[in-house]
């Protein structure tokens, strides 16, 4: 090859509609070489659409899809080199791991000791060596998971679809294949494209999400932007938590004032994804829970930052280092925050506090209904 | 201890019925045509032990080349049956939406609802000499002459089929509505073409559904009476009529019992050398569906 296109896969304006139903609304976007990139969306919001576009199970309705620089459109899902690790894996039952991981090169025509040696290949690389003799159903939810990734990557796809692979392990399990699954991009360094609509799993192994809904991308950019800079109202409220107030501006320079919320709480806050917010218009607040101190009443001068609110200790939402405090304000709405619980001395349910957060930390955004 | 006498007596009274069914209609009947069958008739009301009939039947060749002839296009059937029933039963299972699927399949049962003897005279009344497509094709002028379809080893075959495709039909759907779409997506995604999926995924995948229908369709081929006379007349030399003619005609029962035995042992060695062949067993096939 003599030169190399920085992208692996390019998306030109794909738009998918099932009769009157738009799917996918004109999306657009480019995926540099080796990298881990994520689509995170709701239910429904049209990413699997969008991955069976990429794997060629649906003719998109408009635009291009490119891989290394060549357009696959009308290529059948077989001619591509995406290969896909489906959401229940779909490793074929009736044949043992060797076969399994070995179908795709047969269907290529390799010779049998080429065969023999790649399958050997990759499962030392999945640190299953010795499982090529086993049956689908005797191994462990963790080893189909890397099976079914092997199967793909012996036949070095150009990228690698990866669809909630992970939704059906257990809890524990799904934290170790995270780390293992990036560990995994790293050593194949393939380009892996992974769907889901459980933000950790994206925040964790992403280089970048693609924040999805209702058919369009919201935002794309690293996890830590999207985190704390996010674009739209969607992206600030389906990414982490947050503490949400809907309110009117009552002054405002264009990038910041003051904002007064319908429970009648009047705050300092900062315009999100570089929007200029005019005096007047309904907006949606976010804050963080981690961005809120809570200090006691007594010491309620002591508290910093721009906006105040007192309350009372609903409740502790105790979780080691994540730790949280549900406060019910005078207005009654419940407010979290992090709090950091060290055994003695803590907060009680009850006692009253003062909650205190900076403007900067106060994210507003044009309510998204008005819009 | 009382609970336990009435639990019992519940399974005891449960069972009986299935019991006595297998026990009367089946097992006693069967070693009553056994004993049958080894009896030689040496003179009028004399009996004595002997294989004689089973030797009759290896000396005569008509005899066993009706066995082998009624083997052989039972088997044809079958496949015959397998290369219609099974696009069919992947349309209903795989492709058809869901409401398609149930009137589908409640096509496919329709004509049981009419007796296998109706059936047959539908048959005859559209291919006889009279019948609709003769005349049809004078009428069109394409042939001059009356034709007849009927009395021919085609004809009989095409009814046979006809008669036994709702039963590879029926299994198949069964074990191919089991199967993930996913694995016929992920045999593409891998590279796979169109022909190496189904060879290398869904025929492995719907092979219990296969063998059970196979057997199926074999057995009730390969027994059946019925449409191989009234489609295939004299000429179709069916084994079974060949048992008939024993009992009946030439009231032979010895022999018409030893002929009942041979075409079951036959359509069950047929049966174990396919199940072997296939790597099947009989527990993972009929049993399941």
């Not at chain 1, 040696?117 to 939810?141: F, K, M």
């Not at chain 2, 003179?43 to 060749?61: H, K, M, S, T, W």
């Not at chain 2, 063998?211 to 009234?230: D, H, K, N």
Request: glycine share 10%.
């Amino acid at each position: 090859m003599t030169e190399t296109p920085a992208y692996d896969l390019e998306c030109h304006g794909i738009s998918k509609s099932f009769g009157s139903v738009r799917a996918v609304k004109d999306v657009s976007f480019n995926i540099p070489s080796g990298s881990f990139f994520s689509i995170l969306g709701p239910s429904g919001c049209g990413k699997t659409t969008l991955m069976r576009m990429i794997a060629g199970f649906e003719e998109p309705s408009g635009g291009d899809i490119r891989i290394k620089g060549k357009s696959v459109l009308g290529t059948p899902p077989n001619r591509r080199n995406v290969k896909m690790v489906f959401q229940h894996l779909a490793l074929f039952p009736m044949m043992n791991v060797y076969e399994n991981i070995a179908y795709g090169l047969r269907c290529r025509g390799a010779s049998n000791d080429e065969i023999k040696r790649r399958v050997q290949d990759v499962l030392e690389r999945i640190a299953l060596p010795d499982v090529g003799g086993r049956e689908i159903h005797q191994l462990s939810g963790g080893q189909k998971q890397r099976i079914a990734i092997a199967r793909c990557m012996v036949l070095d796809p150009d990228v690698l679809l990866l669809d909630e692979p992970l939704g059906a392990l257990d809890l524990k399990l799904r934290e170790a294949m995270k780390i293992e699954l990036k560990l995994l991009q790293h050593q194949f360094n393939t380009t892996f494209i992974y769907i889901t609509h459980d933000q950790s799993e994206a925040l964790v192994m992403s280089d970048h999400v693609a924040i999805m809904n209702d058919g369009n991308f919201e935002q794309i950019g690293t996890p830590q932007a999207l985190y704390h800079r996010p674009n739209t109202a969607f992206v600030a409220g389906f990414v982490g938590d947050s503490n949400r107030w809907s309110g009117k501006v009552t002054a405002s320079d264009g990038t910041g004032g003051t904002v007064e919320t319908a429970q009648g709480l009047t705050m300092q806050f900062t315009a999100g994804g570089g929007l200029r917010i005019g005096k007047g218009e309904a907006v949606e607040i976010f804050v963080r829970p981690e961005f809120i101190n809570t200090v006691r009443a007594a010491d309620a001068a002591a508290a910093p930052g721009d906006n105040h609110m007192d309350g009372v200790v609903d409740s502790l939402l105790f979780n080691g280092a994540n730790s949280r405090v549900l406060v019910r304000s005078q207005t009654g709405e419940l407010i979290e925050a992090d709090v950091t619980l060290t055994g003695d001395g803590d907060l009680a349910p009850g006692e009253a506090v003062r909650l205190s957060w900076s403007a900067q930390h106060a994210m507003c955004f044009p309510r998204s209904g008005d819009a | 201890m009382v609970q336990k006498d009435v639990r019992r007596l519940t399974l005891i009274l449960l069972f009986a019925p299935f019991a006595m069914w297998i026990a009367l209609l089946i097992i006693v009947p069967h070693i009553g045509m056994v004993a049958l069958s080894l009896r030689e008739k040496v003179a009028p009301r004399v009996y004595e032990f002997g294989l004689g009939n089973y030797i009759d039947f290896i000396n005569e060749p008509i005899y066993w080349n009706t066995l082998l002839r009624t083997g052989s296009m039972s088997l044809l059937v079958t496949a015959l049956a397998l290369l219609i029933g099974f696009p069919i039963a992947y349309y209903i299972a795989k492709i058809a939406g869901n409401r398609t699927r149930g009137a589908l399949f409640l096509l496919c049962l329709i004509p049981l609802w009419v007796s296998d003897l109706i059936r047959a005279f539908g048959w005859i009344l559209l291919l006889r000499e009279t019948g609709v497509i003769s005349t049809f094709l004078q009428w069109s002028g394409l042939v001059s002459g009356p034709i007849e379809f009927l009395y021919n080893d085609v004809t009989v075959i095409i009814g046979l089929v006809y008669t036994v495709i709702l039963f590879m039909i029926v299994p198949l759907v069964s074990t191919l509505d089991g199967m993930d779409d996913s694995l016929v997506e992920a045999g593409y995604n891998l590279g796979g073409s169109g022909f190496t999926v189904l060879r290398r995924i869904i025929v492995p995948y719907a092979m219990p559904g296969i063998v059970s229908g196979c057997i199926v369709v074999f057995m009730l081929t390969a027994g059946s009476y019925l449409t191989p006379i009234l489609l295939g007349g004299k000429n179709s030399s069916w084994f079974t009529e060949q048992i008939y003619d024993q009992f009946i005609t030439r009231f032979n029962w010895e022999s018409g019992a030893a002929f009942g035995f041979l075409l079951l042992a036959f359509t069950s060695t047929v049966i174990w050398l396919g199940l072997k062949l296939s790597g099947q067993t009989l527990a993972n096939t009929v049993a399941k569906s």
